[in-house]
């Protein structure tokens, strides 16, 4: 299994390349290299070049990460055999003594967007799960298993949201957060695991982006048209395998402001007392949003160039694209080129939009405007078309949001792979999804 290599060109994805300096993790890990067994942490001083050359990826990966191993945890999974927990043990060169190893980042992996890093920096989400994973598949694997066990969780802290953290089924469409498959019984399990983002600390550290969460899933429940946009849909609410909306509704409704929210001692019990399913879908909702949005402090210069006189309350970085997707996107505009277009869409689409990225829904239920120029996402140079397109919707608003109004639109400013193809005027057609990244999304 190779480690994948991060493409140092790649601007929009520089949270990747960490920010700890490269000379003092070298050092540092030379210090410690032949340390041995220090009562706390295992230091890697192991004569196996391949199981070297993958701590050294992992450190150019996330700088001055250090890697510790909870052999206890590892064990109380899986009925592992004598021979493959010696096999570890003198990889490792772990006297027998010593049965508690953890595996852990400590700098490097709190940048990646909802990575989890608990505790300084301890990844619960992908590591657990990776491991009973990997332990289980490579049971009878000739391979030395941590090998086979480093390379996998190297590769899925890396690449965490094109797999379900649960099943470890790859994800039909990869994103940048993790998020669990479509099968409830990983949502149960991850949610009673503690995993995924935690509603307290994302309600206090990021109240814009909660509201606006919830405002657009409170609009897609609220829209004539829920059945077809409340994709994905939670699983709570589904009957007899049919999404009961109004259960969903009743829920929201009893919802109150993120402000509110933010005062509560114990958020999980107050909100229970409100609605049985408020914290449930209050977590849902934190927990499904595929994109990692950032407010624009400062209005920056590209953002005004590209604003000119659009009347705009608020911006959000937007991020969505995976890493090996974002380096594909990045070749092709090196070779052809971006041109910046605004797609605007109807605020009951937002919630769809976020978990499912931009679609081609052209012929399908999804689709709501007209097709005059051909099956493909459609986007415009000028912000005046896309302004048009994103018309707010009659369906209901969050009255207890402090982000969004009643009249508020929202418009999406992205990078598209240059085609000329694709033009008719001021319109561009996109038939390929993955020639757009989002980059601006902007509450107008
Ligand atoms: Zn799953």
């Given amino acids: 299994m190779s480690i994948h290599e991060d493409n140092e060109t790649n601007s929009e994805y520089s949270m ?60 109380g999974y899986i009925d592992i055999s004598v021979e493959m927990e010696d096999e570890m043990r003198q990889a490792l060169g772990i006297p027998n003594e010593v049965v508690r190893i953890r595996f852990m980042f400590d700098k490097g992996l709190k940048d990646i967007p909802n990575c989890n890093v608990l505790n300084g920096g301890e990844i619960q989400y992908q590591l657990n799960q990776a491991v009973l994973w990997v332990l289980q598949k490579h049971k009878n694997d000739a391979r030395n298993i941590l090998i086979t066990l480093i390379s996998t969780i190297t590769d899925r802290i890396q690449y965490c949201g094109n797999y379900c953290p649960m099943c470890h089924q790859k994800h039909n469409y990869p994103g940048l957060k993790p998020v669990v498959c479509n099968n409830p019984l990983c949502y149960m399990q991850y949610t009673e695991l503690g995993m995924g983002p935690n509603p307290e600390t994302e309600i206090h550290n990021h109240p814009d982006i909660c509201d606006l969460l919830i405002n657009f899933t409170y609009i897609a429940a609220n829209s004539h048209r829920a059945q077809d946009i409340m994709t994905p849909f939670p699983y709570r609410f589904i009957e007899n395998g049919k999404k009961n909306i109004e259960s969903v509704k009743k829920a929201l409704d009893a919802f109150p402001s993120v402000e509110e929210m933010c005062e509560f001692k114990d958020l999980r019990n107050e909100l229970d007392l409100l609605h049985p399913d408020a914290y449930y879908l209050l977590r849902w909702i934190l927990s499904t949003n595929r994109c990692h949005l950032k407010a624009v402090e400062n209005e920056d210069e590209y953002i005004k160039k590209q604003a000119g006189d659009l009347h705009f309350k608020k911006v959000f970085h937007i991020m969505h694209l995976p890493p090996e997707q974002q380096s594909a996107f990045q070749k092709r505009k090196a070779n052809d080129g971006v041109v910046s277009l605004w797609h605007g869409s109807s605020s009951e689409n937002w919630h769809n939009i976020l978990r499912n990225s931009l679609k081609n829904y052209s012929g399908t239920k999804c689709q709501c405007n007209g097709n005059a120029y051909g099956s493909g996402v459609y986007l415009s140079f000028g912000h005046y078309t896309a302004n048009g397109y994103s018309r707010c919707s009659s369906s209901a608003r969050w009255s207890k949001s402090t982000m969004c109004g009643t009249d508020t639109r929202c418009l999406l400013l992205c990078n598209v792979i240059k085609d000329d193809k694709t033009k008719h005027g001021d319109i561009y057609v996109i038939p390929d999804e993955e020639c757009i990244a989002m980059t601006h999304l902007f509450l107008c």
């Fill in 16 to 75: 990747y390349s960490g920010n700890g300096s490269d000379n003092e993790s070298d050092n540092e890990s030379d210090n410690e290299s032949d340390s041995g067994w220090d009562g706390g942490k295992i230091k890697f001083g192991i004569p196996n070049k391949e199981f070297m050359d993958i701590i050294e990826s992992v450190n150019e990966i996330f700088p001055g990460s250090i890697l510790e191993f909870d052999l206890i945890d590892l064990l």
